[in-house]
């Protein structure tokens, strides 16, 4: 045993102390132990006498018997307050070396208390043994719980108390069988560092047997969560979707291997946090239930975060053939978070042990991302995406291929065959592979692998195809072939092909390049010219509304609604806007078409322009730098709201006015009225009701402005809104490009860069 280890267990006791006891904890007699504990690492490996063992042995039983008064709290610190522990833990013998063991009935309960004791067993230099010496207990991890069925002859239940890692509280697991029913709870009871409360429970009914809805459907499971200053970790609960940890957590699909993995996962999964709690209901629905297991079955659980009002969907789909697991097995597992402060909606599925015939392991992993912020996107993918693809800016895990795989313990041959489906806002990906190997002394291994990528628009495709076969033998290949190519398009199409030979003297290889065809890449036909469009989206009756209609000064009567006319009170405005074409820039396409010249539309009429979002990469031909670092989205004008001018507000008339008041206070005599009204207080009240309401504080906190950008060197003009408008003119007058304004008022010193 490392000498330190009785330096870490005096320490632990210490710090123990002075966190239970507070400013009442003994720091002398701490020390003291301190000390001992010193003398004690000195002779843990070799002493030099037993006299000199015998002392530092001395020294340190005194030191903490000095301290005997206190040791309770050290092995309870962080857990619960029952009747009766204290005076167990008084009881025990703190020199045995076997460490404590005891035991608490408590009603029908039975409590379990174990720890292990830290043992010290030093050599003399003539390598003689001393006797071992108890240090001291060390602090269990927990309380066993037992009950015994209240039925009688049936099983019993069982759990556990187990203190949190952080030592701020504990947490505690129970499985009770009820007959018809079996209920599990798990809970976590700690303190925020300012004192607050922080409370977890989880709770589920399993009914034996199912309760039969009908055709054949079964309500099999029951349960919730409920959590006060909790809230739910996303990122971790994703990571845990491809090990199924999640939902053998929260839908307690697999029991836990002990209570305190359980506790530890329900932390992992849902920290403490002030001001944000969770309620969440689950249930499990099966199909075509037999025995102890079903066909098809559904777990989901719906967690619900506020006040942030995020939303947590967690499920688990499971098939496979009651009373033959071996045969048809599969699982899979879902996380869904719909996070209105991300602005993102997310689904990640995996497939989590499962497998076919009881040789073909079936996995793969699946996501989709939906976001409507800053920077919205949308992706979907199926095992993966096509290779050396960013899906940038969505951020996603590395997914695996869809696929199964064959590999017999032992046996000489090897499938797999696997794939992948995406799709982007402009892309379109798929590809698979399918790889075989034979080993008997020689290894045999060949392989067919398609990958294809298409683009919307412009109009592109790409598709790469590779095959080869090869012998080897202790890492030496004997001969192989292999075959490459790829085909890339519109306009021309290439074909490019590469076939090597390898022998186990050399390789051979040939490569060659077709080209067919001519012309630009995209031949699309032209949406016509831009004013022309813009034309047809004026006179669109839905693209003109009423704008600034709420004024408390005007109410239009009731009248019938008229297809196409927009009521407007004299105070308020109209607004026009389209999404076809942003407007303020020169653009090269509409509709995904190529314009006949790149062109562009400003509105001159005075007014606030309207502001909508748009991709610039549909509208502004983009090299392949500005795809990758410019945003998908940006905040362009596609409209104006015309005003009539300012109001004409007449002056304010003065109404004075004579209020009586009538205050009647039920089951009071007359003769008390006058006593037990304060009459000047409602005089306060009825003047305070006259006044207009006012903030208490004015001040503005946080001015937020459009960024304002220009180009370098300037073009027609001083400042643009967006930077999709800065860049695309700096692109028109062939300048060198566009900065922020506010970079140019205050350069960055990049001298020593």
Request: glycine content about 10%; hydrophobic content about 45%; some cysteine.
């Amino acid at each position: 045993m490392a000498s330190s280890e009785v330096i870490r267990y005096a320490v632990e006791l210490g710090h123990s102390l002075r966190r239970t006891l507070g400013p009442a904890a003994p720091s002398a007699d701490l020390d003291a132990l301190q000390a001992a504990a010193q003398q004690l690492d000195q002779f843990a490996q070799q002493a030099p006498s037993a006299a000199a063992w015998t002392a530092a042995v001395d020294a340190w039983t005194a030191a903490r018997n000095r301290l005997a008064a206190h040791l309770n709290r050290y092995l309870l610190e962080g857990l619960p307050d029952i009747p009766g522990l204290q005076d167990l833990v008084r009881a025990l013998n703190w020199d045995s070396p076997h460490g404590l063991n005891g035991e608490l009935p408590l009603g029908p309960l039975k409590l379990a208390l174990s720890s292990s004791a830290l043992v010290l067993q030093p050599r003399l230099p003539d390598n003689s043994a001393l006797p071992p010496f108890a240090v001291g207990p060390r602090q269990p991890s927990g309380i066993a719980v037992s009950l015994p069925s209240p039925f009688g002859g049936g099983l019993p239940g069982g759990g556990a108390i187990v203190r949190l890692p952080s030592g701020t509280g504990f947490g505690g697991a129970l499985n009770v069988p009820l007959g018809a029913v079996s209920v599990s709870a798990s809970a976590v009871l700690e303190r925020l560092p300012d004192g607050v409360p922080s409370f977890l429970a989880l709770m589920g009914v399993s009914f034996v047997p199912p309760i039969q809805l009908s055709f054949g459907f079964s309500l099999d499971r029951v349960g919730g969560l409920v959590g006060v200053h909790r809230r739910a970790d996303t990122d971790a609960l994703a990571l845990a979707v491809r090990s199924g940890a999640a939902a053998d957590t929260l839908l307690a699909t697999r029991p836990p291997a002990n209570p305190s993995l359980a506790i530890e996962a329900l932390q992992r999964f849902f920290p403490a946090f002030r001001g944000s709690h969770l309620v969440a209901p689950t249930l499990r629905l099966a199909w075509l239930s037999a025995g102890a297991g079903s066909f098809l079955s559904l777990d989901l659980g719906l967690v619900a975060e506020v006040p942030s009002g995020k939303v947590v969907l967690l499920g688990v789909a499971r098939a496979g053939i009651p009373g033959v697991p071996g045969l048809v097995q599969l699982r899979l597992d879902l996380l869904g978070i719909v996070d209105p402060a991300q602005a993102l909606i997310s689904l990640d599925a995996s497939l989590v042990d499962s497998h076919v015939l009881g040789v073909f392991s079936v996995y793969g992993d699946a996501a989709l991302r939906l976001h409507w912020g800053s920077q919205a996107y949308a992706v979907v993918s199926i095992g993966g995406f096509y290779p050396g693809f960013n899906p940038e800016p969505a951020q996603l895990p590395a997914l695996r291929r869809v696929g199964l795989s064959m590999q017999t313990l032992g046996g000489p041959l090897s499938i797999r065959a696997e794939g992948y489906l995406a799709f982007t806002t402009n892309t379109i990906q798929l590809g698979g592979r399918f790889d075989i190997t034979f080993s008997m002394g020689l290894t045999a291994h060949g392989f067919l692998q398609i990958d294809a990528l298409v683009q919307f628009r412009p109009f592109a495709f790409v598709a790469n195809a590779s095959a080869g076969f090869d012998v080897r033998a202790g890492g030496f290949s004997f001969g192989g072939v292999r075959l490459d190519g790829t085909v890339s398009g519109p306009g021309p199409l290439v074909i490019r092909g590469r076939l090597t030979i390898e022998t186990f003297l050399f390789d051979v290889s040939w490569d060659e390049t077709f080209s067919l065809g001519s012309g630009p890449a995209d031949m699309a036909a032209s949406p016509g010219e831009l004013l022309t469009i813009l034309q047809q989206e004026i006179v669109r009756a839905g693209n003109v509304r009423a704008a600034s209609i709420d004024d408390p000064a005007v109410v239009l009567a009731p009248r019938p609604t008229r297809p196409g006319i927009a009521a407007v009170p004299p105070t308020g405005a109209l607004q026009w806007s389209q999404r076809r074409a942003p407007l303020g820039l020169p653009i090269d396409r509409v509709d995904g078409l190529p314009l006949p010249a790149r062109g562009g539309a400003r509105v001159l009429t005075p007014g606030e322009p309207v502001l909508e979002r748009f991709a610039p990469g549909h509208y502004c031909n983009l090299n392949e730098a500005e795809q990758l670092n410019r945003p998908p989205f940006d905040v362009l004008d596609a409209g104006v709201v015309l005003s009539g001018g300012p109001p004409h507000d007449s002056a304010a008339q003065n109404d004075d006015r004579k209020v009586d008041l009538v205050v009647i206070l039920p089951g009071l005599e007359d003769e008390w009225i006058a006593q037990r009204t304060d009459l000047r207080a409602i005089a306060h009240l009825v003047a305070a009701s006259h006044r207009p309401p006012a903030l208490g504080n004015t001040a503005q906190l946080i001015h937020a402005a459009r960024e304002v950008w220009t180009t370098v060197p300037p073009t027609e003009f001083a400042s643009y809104t967006s930077a999709t408008a800065a860049h695309a003119f700096a692109r028109h007058n062939s300048t060198g490009g566009a900065v922020p304004m506010a970079d140019l008022l205050s350069p960055v010193d990049l001298s020593g860069v």
